[in-house]
Every structure is written in C-alpha cells, then in structure tokens.
C-alpha cells in the first residue's frame, strides 16, 4: 500500500536559517507528489508539486523540493525562513487505483521560527 | 473569484444531535472530499466523490452521511452515531482529469465542537 512518513513531527529553526522537512514516500510507480501549508485554524495552500520531468520544483513563498527516485524522497526546502513560514506543513502522494483520485497523507511537520 | 466555501466556521453541538456542514465551490471541479483532522493525526478521508450522484467512503466513514445533488455542493451530516465528533473538517476538491493524484483545493474548514 501507498504511504507517506514525515519523519520530523516538530521542527524549529531561527529567522534566517534555512530548512529542510522531509517527506519519503512508498509507491509502485512514479508518484504524483504534493508539499501543502496549513496556518492555524485554516485549510491547506498547495506550496508546490511534482507530476513529471525537472525533478527540481519551485513554489510559492520562496520554497522548492527536490524528487528523488533512489531514496523515495521528497523534501522540501526554503534558503533563508521568514516569521511567517511558522505551519504545518503536509507532504502528500496522488494514489494509483482504478478511478481512484485520492491523496495518501503524511501526519505533518510543525514548524516554529524563532526571532 | 473562484474557490470553496464551508460554513459555518465554528458549530457547536449538544450530544445526540445530527448536524450537516456546508461545501461549495465555484471552480467548476467534478471531485470533492471531506477530511477531518485532530491534533497529530494528519488529514483522514471521511468521503469522497467523483461525480454527482455517486459518492465513495473513505477510511473513517462510520458515523458521518453525505450527499452529491449538484456538482457545486457536497454537505457533510455528523450523526449522533459518531462517537466522537469534535474536529476541524476540511473540505476539498479538484478536477478530475487522465493523469492521477489531481491537486486538492481546500476550504477555510469548519471547527465542530460537541457539548
């Protein structure tokens, strides 16, 4: 079966620092992989996603992710992290299946800034 | 401008009660989906649907009812079944298209809380 692990439950890192939250995946074939930000008490933001081709992918708020086939692995990464980068952020792979059109989940990483 | 709505954004709840939470978009997607999420446990897939009319449980369906009459709505009942309800709910959609893991949109989400 398709899973995501996150292994970084709680990450936090200064103002100006950068960062790196993993995301590996399990997937038979080429995965359809997604990198979302939640802000407290709001719904999900796609920051970026992979479907094919330049395994280097730029997002939005300064934030890309590098797909790695080797290692299964999907990380995300900001050079220099902001006060308002502070979420949890969700890595996601677009599940096989028939018609099937759902998203396997990670629990998340929980990022606090420090000023 | 485009996008998904859910209402109300907070819902409080005596025990015993059924209470049906509001989803609609405007982004003209044929799949929509419901989530809940608790602290520490990601996003889990209550229901799901493709087309009108036709809707798919997901992994903890027990407890909650849906239905698809239109393409713009898919409200969600929590039954006094449900044994534990408090929850932020998220609803999402997306387009349905040939190639696989389509990209979610989400709502603002609805916090019930049962009294």
């Known amino acids: 079966a398709q899973s995501v692990t996150q292994p970084d439950i709680h990450i936090t890192v200064s103002e100006g620092a950068s960062l790196e939250l993993r995301c590996n995946y399990s997937?038979?074939?080429?995965?359809?992989l997604f990198w979302y930000v939640q802000s407290p008490g709001q719904g999900l933001q796609l920051l970026l996603k992979?479907?094919?081709?330049d395994t280097l992918v730029q997002g939005i708020k300064g934030f890309e992710a590098e797909f790695k086939r080797s290692q299964s692995s999907f990380n995300l990464r900001k050079p220099s992290v902001h006060w308002s980068d502070a979420a949890e952020y969700f890595c996601?792979?677009?599940?096989?299946?028939?018609?099937?059109?759902?998203?396997?989940w990670g629990l998340g990483t929980s990022l606090a800034v420090n000023p | 401008d485009g996008g998904i709505t859910q209402s109300p954004k907070y819902l409080f709840r005596k025990e015993g009660q059924n209470v049906t939470l509001s989803c609609e978009q405007n982004l003209n997607h044929d799949a929509m989906y419901w989530y809940r999420q608790d602290p520490g446990q990601g996003l889990r897939l209550i229901y799901y649907?493709?087309?009108?009319?036709?809707?798919q449980k997901g992994d903890i369906a027990e407890g909650y009812s849906v239905s698809r009459e239109k393409k713009e709505s898919f409200p969600l009942t929590v039954t006094s079944a449900q044994k534990n309800p408090t929850a932020f709910y998220l609803c999402a959609s997306s387009i349905v298209r040939t190639s696989l893991g389509d990209e979610q949109f989400f709502g603002p989400g609805t916090r019930l809380t049962v009294l």
């Open positions: 996601a792979v677009g599940e096989v299946g028939g018609n099937n059109r759902k998203l396997i």
């Open positions: 997937y038979g074939a080429t995965p359809y």
């Open positions: 992979y479907f094919s081709g």
């Open positions: 649907s493709q087309i009108v009319n036709d809707f």
